[in-house]
Antibody, heavy 117, light 107 residues
Framework: EVQLVESGGGLVQPGGSLRLSCAAS????????MSWVRQAPGKGLEWVANIKQDGSDKDYVDSVKGRFTISRDNAKNSLYLQMTCLRAEDTAVYYCASGGNTPFDTWGQGTLVTVSS | DIQMTQSPSTLSASVGDRVTITCRASQSISSWLAWYQQKPGKAPKLLIYKASSLESTVPSRFSGSGSGTEFTLTINSLQPDDFATYYCQQYSSYPRTFGQGTKVEIK
């Protein structure tokens, strides 16, 4: 079964850091672009970042550039999002998804990040 | 950035109705458009890619059309399971952008 499982979300103070993880199974992870997409409470979807199969190419939405870093470990079938200098407006459910250079064809269940004092 | 605008924002329909949702891009994206369905508390699900290609396991009552800047998602004979929010998304250029969503409600 194709599966993506996120973890690492939680409550963090403004200015703090958090690292999200996504464990992939059931498909050849190393062959896929991977992405993070977020959804603020009651709002629409926003693409955050994506990373090429070998990690050599990464792209970010402007609002997170310089604060968030996407990475992957193909040996562990895992995707990561290191988030620093968090702001209230980063509060959202963060989804891991396969794709980025292509449509997002598999999604995880999401992990909630709440930035609040 | 390419802006994606969906209409309507909300749509009230009955089971069996034919429903059409429109998505407009602020500049040409060729056919690099996807449609997703999202139910409350759940992750989005890919329905259509490359504007008109149906993802495997998606029922054939869903169809997509268009190219350039104007696209449509059509649901023929709306079923109870189809009441959800639908998003279009372009993957022509960065940043990848989504429409604001169209909520399909029960009339």
């Amino acid at each position: 079964e194709v599966q993506l499982v996120e973890s690492g979300g939680g409550l963090v103070q403004p200015g703090g850091s958090l690292r999200l993880s996504c464990a992939a199974s059931g498909f050849p992870f190393r062959s896929y672009w991977m992405s993070w997409v977020r959804q603020a409470p009651g709002k629409g979807l926003e693409w955050v970042a994506n990373i090429k199969q070998d990690g050599s190419d990464k792209d970010y939405v402007d609002s997170v550039k310089g604060r968030f870093t996407i990475s992957r470990d193909n040996a562990k079938n895992s995707l990561y999002l290191q988030m620093t200098c968090l702001r209230a407006e980063d509060t959202a459910v963060y989804y891991c998804a396969s794709g980025g250079n292509t449509p997002f064809d598999t999604w995880g269940q999401g992990t909630l990040v709440t930035v609040s004092s | 950035d390419i802006q994606m605008t969906q209409s309507p924002s909300t749509l009230s329909a009955s089971v069996g109705d034919r429903v059409t949702i429109t998505c407009r891009a602020s500049q040409s994206i060729s056919s690099w458009l996807a449609w997703y369905q999202q139910k409350p508390g759940k992750a989005p699900k890919l329905l259509i890619y490359k504007a008109s290609s149906l993802e495997s396991t998606v029922p054939s009552r869903f169809s997509g059309s268009g190219s350039g800047t104007e696209f449509t998602l059509t649901i023929n004979s709306l079923q109870p399971d189809d009441f959800a929010t639908y998003y279009c998304q372009q993957y022509s250029s960065y940043p990848r952008t989504f429409g604001q969503g169209t909520k399909v409600e029960i009339k």
